[in-house]
């Protein structure tokens, strides 16, 4: 009897240990309270863009670049830890209106069709289109596009501008989804010509004497960070980046990684 007693015992407290365990885990990963771990949020990108955001396989896996150091700097501000995962440009925002992701900071230009569908912060950075081409190419300026096969990313602003050209002229345009299959795509003759941002398209003519290019007009909208349509993020996180632009440590994150070679 006292066996069958001791038994129920042991049960007991073992069953106890484990609800215990429960509950911290659960309490830990809810973020109120003292000493217990932040909320965290997911932020999607599409990491083939330096230096707005790209991996250094060099030096590791990690995804670094101007748009994780300002969601990590965002996000200190207002408590949060943040997640960043890795996609296609093109399934951003279907990941953001899915829930896969909480916000999506991956240079994307805050045009009126996009902000349809989803909330953008502050303008953090405005761009410029550029036609990039295989050094020695006929192509010098957007009349010269007459005739030839144009890449851009998939989802990109740079595909809407390459629609409307094509709209003007007999262009065709193809996509792909990541910016270095365009490059690729160019050097193999396969695409004669692709527009891309002229800052990251600078990146690639240091890196690749075969490249060529010139600047035309800026983008629509500019760079701001995108969340769900009426989320509860929107204010805080339009809060925080208006700070860090107005008290000048958004224009150093930029500067810190276009000044990198």
Known sequence: MKKK????LVMFVLLAGVLAACGTSESSSNGSGEGESKKKLIMGTSADYPPFEFIDTAKGDEIIGVDPDIAHAVAKKLGYEVEIRDMDFGGLIQALQSGQVDFVLSAMSATEDRK?????????????????????????????????????????????KAKDLAKEMDMKVENRNRIPELIQEIKAGRLDAAIIEDTVAQGFFEKDEELDGFTIEDADGGYAIALPKNSELTEEFNEALKEMIDNGEVDEIIKKWFSKE
């Open 116 to 160: 349809k569908n989803v909330d953008f912060s502050e303008i953090y950075y405005t761009s410029k289109h550029m036609i990039v081409t295989k050094k020695g190419s006929d192509i010098a300026s957007i009349d010269d596009l007459e005739g030839k096969t144009v890449g851009t990313q998939l989802g990109s602003i740079q595909e809407t």
């Open 5 to 8: 007693w001791l038994s129920l």
